[in-house]
C-alpha cells in the first residue's frame, strides 16, 4: 500500500550502473492518512484485523465450549458480552468468527481479481478474439443464478465456507473483469499509449504502466465493496441455516441470535455490528483509497546493477542492427514502399481502398515529405511503416521494407507486429501531431523519456537521466531539470513536441516519421520546430519522413516529395526541381495554395465600409 518513490539527485554519474533517481517521494499511506475517512477505515480494519489475528489470545474460551449451566447468560466479567443458548461464551465467538468471516471475504475478493482482472486487461487491450471469447464465458457466469449455484455447491461439496467463497470469487470475478476491459477499452487509443508502442515498449510493459494505472484505482475500490458483499453473502448463507455449525462465523452467530431475538436480543447485535462496522469499514477504504491514489505520483524505480555498453557505442548499434535475413535483389534503401495498397473492409463485402499503388523510397540522411490534401492518404501511409494501422485495415497490395527486410512482404494482408515491434522505438520512431495526447499524464516527462532509454538501448537508470536531461537541452529546452520533473499537462504545448522529438531520436533511431508535427503549434513556435528537425537530421544523418499538407513546410525542409490526392501518389521527386516545374494539375493547386510570395489580398473591411458609404 506504501507506493514510495525513489528520491536522489538529479545528476547521476554517466557510466555507473545502479540505481538512480528521479522525482518527488511520495507516499500512498500519508495520504491515506491525512483523509479523515480513511484513518477512520484504517482504524477499524486494523482493530479488527488484529483482534481476528490474537484471536487465539484475547479469547477467553474456545469458540465450542460451552457451559450448559449458563445459557443466554447476561454479561458478567467472566463472559462479558453474556452466552448463547448453548452457553458458548459470545465474545469468544465473535473474535474466532472475525478470523474466519475476514480471511474467507479475502479469498473470495483474491479469486475474482485473478480471473477477472487479467482477463480485462488482455481483452481490453488487444480485443478481437479474445474479447468475444471472454465476452461468452462472462455472459455464462452471469446468467448464473448465483444463489443457486451456491446452495448446489454446498449440498456437493459440504459446508465449507471456503469452498462457497471460492464459488462466489468465480461467480462475482465478470464485475472485475467487465470494470478492467471497460477501463483498459477508454485508453487503449489514446495517443500516448500509440507513442508508448512506437518508442519499443513491449505490450506486457505497456500494459503494466500505462493501462494498469487507469485500472487501478477502480480495481481497489471493487475489491472494498466486494469484500463488503462477500462479508454480507457468506453471512446471508449461514443465516438461512447453510454454514457449518462446528465453525464460529459471524453469519452463524447472527443466525443463532435471530433464533433467541425475543430472549436475549443482544446475541443478533453482536454479529451484526461487527459486520456493519467492517463493511462500511471496507466502503470507506475504497473511497480513501481511490482519492489518495489519485492525487499521488506513480513513479517506482528498480534497482540495475547490469553493466551496459554505451549508447552509440559500436556494440549498442550493432547490436540493434542485427537484421533478420536481407532480401536478395532488391533494392537497398532505409525504406522501400513498393505499389503498397491498404483497404477497409466495408459492410457490403467489398474493401475501400484508402491507399492505392504508392511507391516510393527513403534513405538515410534525407527528409522526404509526403505531401497531400486532408483525406489522401498521407497518414495511412505514414501508420503501414511504422505499424500503427487499425485492427480493421488490411493490406491489399505492395510490400514494404525497412533496411532490405520486409516488414510486408508482398502477399502479406497485415504488417508483421512480430517484426516492427523489434524496430518500433530503436530504429524507427514517430514525431506525433498532438504532442499533449501522446504524453501519459500520469507519469513525468523525464520518467516518460527514460523509461524507453533504459529498455532499449540497456543503459542504466542514471545513463539514461543524463542522456535525457542532454537531449532536453539540444532540442532547445532552457530549464532541462525542470521540463525533466514536470507533468505534461505543466509544460506547453510547444515545449511538449520537443519534449516528443527528443523522445523520438532519444534512441539513436534510422528513421523519424514526423505526422504533421507542427499543426497543433503557433506558427512561431512552428518555424522553431521545424528548425530543430532539420538541424537533428543534419546531425544525426537519420531519415526523416514528414507528413504534411503544407508544401510551404515541405519547400522548407524536405530533400525529395511524394505528392498524393485520394489515395494514390500523383507525383515524385527532388523538392526543388518540383517548386520550379509541377508536372500535375493537382501539385500546381497545392503549390498555388501556398500564401507565401502572394499578393495580399484587399481588406474586407475597406469593401464593406466603402459599400457602406455610397
Ligand atoms: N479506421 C478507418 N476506417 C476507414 N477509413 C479510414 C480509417 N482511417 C482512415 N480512413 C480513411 O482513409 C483515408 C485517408 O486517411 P488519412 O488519415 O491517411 O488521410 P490524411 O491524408 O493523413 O489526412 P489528414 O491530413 O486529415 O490526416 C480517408 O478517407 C479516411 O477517411
Not at 433464533?259 to 459486520?275: E, G, R, S
Not at 556494440?315 to 536478395?328: E, G, I, L, Q
Not at 530504429?427 to 532499449?456: H, K, W
Not at 521527386?573 to 503549390?591: A, K
Request: with cysteine; hydrophobic share 45%; proline share 5%.
Amino acid at each position: 500500500m506504501t507506493e514510495s518513490v525513489e528520491t536522489s539527485a538529479l545528476t547521476p554519474v554517466p557510466g555507473t550502473s545502479g540505481q538512480t533517481g528521479t522525482v518527488v517521494r511520495s507516499t500512498v499511506l500519508k495520504r491515506l492518512l491525512k483523509n479523515p475517512m480513511g484513518s477512520i477505515a484504517i482504524v477499524i480494519l486494523m482493530g479488527m484485523a488484529v483482534l481476528a489475528m490474537f484471536a487465539d489470545v484475547l479469547a477467553p474460551f474456545d469458540e465450542n465450549f460451552a457451559n450448559i449451566s449458563k445459557t443466554l447468560a447476561a454479561p458478567d466479567p467472566v463472559n462479558i458480552l453474556g452466552t448463547d443458548s448453548s452457553g458458548r461464551d459470545v465474545w469468544s465467538r465473535l473474535l474466532f468468527g472475525a478470523q474466519l468471516t475476514l480471511l474467507s471475504s479475502l479469498l473470495c475478493a483474491v479469486v475474482a481479481i485473478v480471473i477477472g482482472l487479467p482477463a480485462g486487461l488482455v481483452a481490453g487491450y488487444y480485443a478481437g478474439r479474445f474479447e468475444a471469447l471472454s465476452n461468452w464465458i462472462v455472459s455464462i457466469l452471469m446468467s448464473l443464478p448465483g444463489l443457486i449455484v451456491l446452495l448446489t455447491i454446498r449440498a456437493a461439496f459440504g459446508p465449507s465456507v471456503w469452498i462457497a467463497m471460492i464459488a462466489f470469487g468465480v461467480l462475482i470475478s465478470p464485475s472485475y473483469f467487465r470494470l478492467t476491459r471497460s477501463a483498459v477499452q477508454s485508453v487503449r487509443n489514446e495517443l500516448y499509449v500509440d507513442a508508448a508502442r512506437v518508442s519499443g515498449l513491449s505490450d506486457l510493459r505497456i500494459i503494466t504502466r500505462h493501462i494498469f494505472s487507469v485500472v487501478r484505482a477502480p480495481i481497489i475500490i471493487q475489491t472494498a465493496a466486494i469484500a463488503g458483499v462477500a462479508i454480507a453473502i457468506q453471512s446471508g448463507l449461514e443465516f438461512l441455516g447453510l454454514g457449518d455449525p462446528a465453525k464460529a462465523t459471524w453469519g452463524v452467530m447472527l443466525s443463532e441470535g435471530f433464533k433467541n431475538v425475543y430472549l436475549t436480543p443482544t446475541l443478533l447485535f453482536w454479529p451484526a455490528f461487527a459486520m456493519a462496522l467492517t463493511i462500511g469499514a471496507l466502503v470507506l477504504l475504497g473511497n480513501a483509497l481511490r482519492d489518495a491514489l489519485e492525487d499521488g505520483e506513480k513513479i517506482k524505480h528498480r534497482k540495475r546493477t547490469t553493466a551496459a555498453p554505451a549508447p552509440g557505442s559500436a556494440a549498442t548499434r550493432a547490436a540493434r542492427k542485427t537484421p533478420a535475413a536481407v532480401d536478395a535483389g532488391t533494392e537497398h534503401h532505409l525504406v522501400k514502399v513498393t505499389n503498397l495498397g491498404v483497404g477497409y473492409p466495408q459492410a457490403d463485402g467489398s474493401v475501400k481502398k484508402v491507399v492505392d499503388d504508392v511507391s516510393f523510397h527513403v534513405d538515410r540522411g534525407e527528409i522526404l515529405g509526403i505531401v497531400g490534401e486532408s483525406g489522401s492518404g498521407k497518414s495511412q501511409t505514414a501508420f503501414s511503416i511504422l505499424g500503427l494501422l487499425p485492427d480493421n485495415a488490411r493490406i491489399v497490395a505492395g510490400s514494404i521494407q525497412f533496411d532490405g527486410n520486409y516488414t510486408v512482404a508482398p502477399g502479406e494482408e497485415h504488417v508483421s507486429q512480430d517484426r516492427l515491434s523489434k524496430l518500433r522505438g530503436r530504429r524507427i520512431s514517430y514525431i506525433p501531431q498532438e504532442p499533449m495526447s501522446n504524453l501519459d499524464p500520469a507519469f513525468t516527462i523525464g520518467y516518460q523519456l527514460v523509461t524507453p532509454m533504459v529498455r532499449v538501448l540497456g543503459i542504466s537508470k542514471g545513463e539514461a537521466t543524463a542522456r535525457a536531461l542532454k537531449l532536453l537541452t539540444d532540442v532547445g529546452i532552457v530549464n532541462p531539470k525542470r521540463t525533466f520533473d514536470a507533468y505534461p499537462h505543466e509544460v506547453s504545448g510547444g515545449m511538449a513536441q520537443r519534449v516528443l522529438i527528443a523522445g523520438a531520436i532519444s534512441c539513436e533511431p534510422d528513421l523519424v516519421i514526423a505526422d504533421e508535427p507542427t499543426t497543433a503549434l503557433d506558427v512561431t513556435v512552428q518555424a522553431e520546430v521545424l528548425d530543430l528537425i532539420r538541424d537533428l537530421q543534419k546531425r544525426l544523418n537519420i531519415g526523416v519522413i514528414l507528413v504534411t499538407h503544407n508544401f510551404g513546410v515541405v519547400a522548407d525542409l524536405c530533400d525529395r516529395v511524394v505528392v498524393m490526392q485520394n489515395g494514390r501518389l500523383v507525383e515524385e521527386g527532388p523538392v526543388r526541381g518540383i517548386l520550379r516545374n509541377p508536372q500535375e494539375t493537382y501539385t500546381r493547386t497545392l503549390l498555388g495554395s501556398m500564401l507565401e510570395g502572394k499578393e495580399p489580398m484587399t481588406m474586407l473591411v475597406s469593401s464593406t465600409s466603402q459599400g457602406a458609404a455610397s
